[in-house]
């Protein structure tokens, strides 16, 4: 029996948002299983923010995904077939496995997971590239102290809202910006925020809204957005505050070169320190993000919601969801059935 | 006897640079000297980059000088007498002396300079505030190892000139931009920095003379100046790399919002820590500062420059030379005679 993969390639670099026709879908035949192999069969794939400077072609932190290469994502999966001593047939595992179906693969940057009795999403929702990007960018980035105030833009995104629940659970007052009441609802009922701030209503009181709902100024911000929001937010920065730069996703599909913060000046007069951070570069500390989120989601301190997509078919269009607002939760691409 | 003291008060806040009739120039006689209080004459007034923005009425880390009030305003000044018993005739003092002829207080901000052998000129050419700055600045914020290349713009100012000099004597390649060649030249020659970059002559050639100067990227970016030229050094900065925020000189006299960097989001990809800082900050370390200062000095490892404005009544126009590039070294108001 001969498996056909289909998997998504780059054909051309969008300009603006994903359009239909940027990504070439393509089917091919699996070659057999060689001695030293495993066949993965990916399950769930990470839609995150920052695939979307991949498809840039400029110097990052990671090469540009080249024309006509398979496009680079973070999948779970399950091993299906396995001539390799260190995996078995049912293993859960987690890897850079790209757009596709399958990957055949000597077993290099396959990580197997542990088994766990969360549900397997979890693994994408709360572990996985947002929980290394919440964990260590407040923890390590923010250097938040008890009896401080955070503030989190895009605070309804998978990574916003593991970023103030935390807070909450390491003691500061905890404020999101997010667009849209029920998303602002979501994050005041459901997650614990003392404050949320929906952006879009907010228009050009968003500095207003930010001071009030931040008595003592904000020591901590967590930017996902960029653009006006950061621009407020800086205003009203203490000072020696910290700027945690996770992601401008604001500007990740700007057609024109975008300005930086107009209130750039703030830097000096309040010392804020603005850093910029990648989740992998704490790779060698999962261990310890793993520990601690397990135990405040055992503890109900930490709550995660998913937002799956079905069928790989799917996965370029539904990029965007991560860029119009219409995203709730850990975006993700259902690309084959559970393990039973 | 009645000395009539001199100063200049805030008229107007001035739109741009500054403009005769924005001070005031006023004479009031000084009353008698009281028991506890000692009278200063001022020698020389320290004019920084920094006293623009305190003529603008916005919240900033102090207050901004306020219509009417004597313009504020570092200097070196003799004790002509005193009824204080911590102050004797003769003695060299510094401190927020403002634009006038004399201070007389009750010792409250009056610092007592050691005796030192350097003409009383160092005592803001090389220590007071582009000491402190240019030290803690790089020191602190800088972090910077041996073998790391170190860029610097306003690289002829007396900060700019310092924070590459010690650059040199903590092991690094050190890099300045400065505005024409005779500066350049200065730098190289004189002050044995690696490279220098003359920014009116590259225009937009900027990012590939960066480049070129540095070609193991820059760890080390300190800051004076802003706009074009931050842009092209963000571009060059290593991963993990510190941008020390010290001015944005070129956006002090801006009469319209002034957008941040274009190349803001080289914060994430390349994981850079931009911190903002003010030199007194660190005022209860300035032992620390001269200690190291003058030991340097002594070895010819740090020069400095002064640029001397003769006369008190020369002062506001006299700031503007920060900005319109004809400044050359540390550039001071001499107010009267040295002491003999």
Redesign the interface.
């Known amino acids: 029996m001969t498996l056909i993969n289909h998997a998504w390639r780059l054909k051309t670099r969008p300009v603006g948002l994903v359009k239909p026709g940027d990504f070439e879908w393509v089917g091919e035949a699996l070659p057999a299983l060689q001695d030293g192999q495993l066949r993965v069969r990916n399950i769930h794939l990470s839609l995150d923010p920052a695939m979307r400077?991949w498809l840039i072609d400029r110097p990052?932190?990671v090469p540009p995904v080249q024309i006509g290469e398979l496009m680079r994502g973070l999948a779970v999966g399950v091993v299906e077939a396995s001539n390799h001593p260190k995996f078995a047939v049912g293993d859960i595992v987690q890897g850079m496995f790209g757009w596709q179906e399958y990957l055949q693969s000597d077993g290099t940057g396959v990580t197997k997971l542990p088994a766990s009795p969360l549900p397997l999403e979890a693994n994408l929702g709360l572990f996985g590239l947002a929980g290394m990007t919440s964990y260590f960018g407040l923890k390590e980035v923010g250097q938040p102290k008890a009896g401080e105030t955070l503030l989190v833009s895009g605070a309804a995104g998978s990574v916003g809202a593991l970023v103030g629940q935390m807070g909450k659970v390491l003691g500061l007052r905890v404020v999101g910006i997010a667009g849209g009441a029920d998303k602002c609802d979501y994050l005041t009922r459901e997650l614990g925020f003392d404050a949320a701030i929906d952006y879009k209503a907010a228009g050009s009181d968003l500095r207003k809204q930010i001071k009030a709902a931040c008595p003592n100024g904000v020591d901590v911000y967590f930017e996902n957005v960029?653009g006006e929001i950061l621009d407020a937010a800086l205003s009203v920065m203490n000072?020696f505050g910290r700027v945690v730069?996770?992601?401008?996703i604001s500007?990740y599909n700007a057609t024109e070169?975008?300005?930086?913060?107009?209130?750039?000046?703030?830097?000096?007069?309040?010392?804020?320190?603005?850093?910029?951070?990648?989740a992998t570069?704490y790779g060698n500390r999962v261990k310890e993000m793993v520990a601690d989120m397990a135990t405040w989601y055992a503890a109900g301190q930490l709550k995660y919601r998913v937002d799956v997509v079905q069928g790989l078919e799917n996965a370029p269009l539904a990029l965007n969801k991560l860029f119009d607002g219409s995203n709730q939760g850990k975006l993700m691409v259902q690309v084959s059935p559970l393990p039973a």
């Open positions: 400077g990052s932190y960029g000072t730069v996770c992601g401008l500007q070169a975008v300005p930086g913060p107009y209130n750039f000046a703030m830097v000096i007069s309040k010392r804020l320190k603005i850093q910029g951070f990648i570069d």
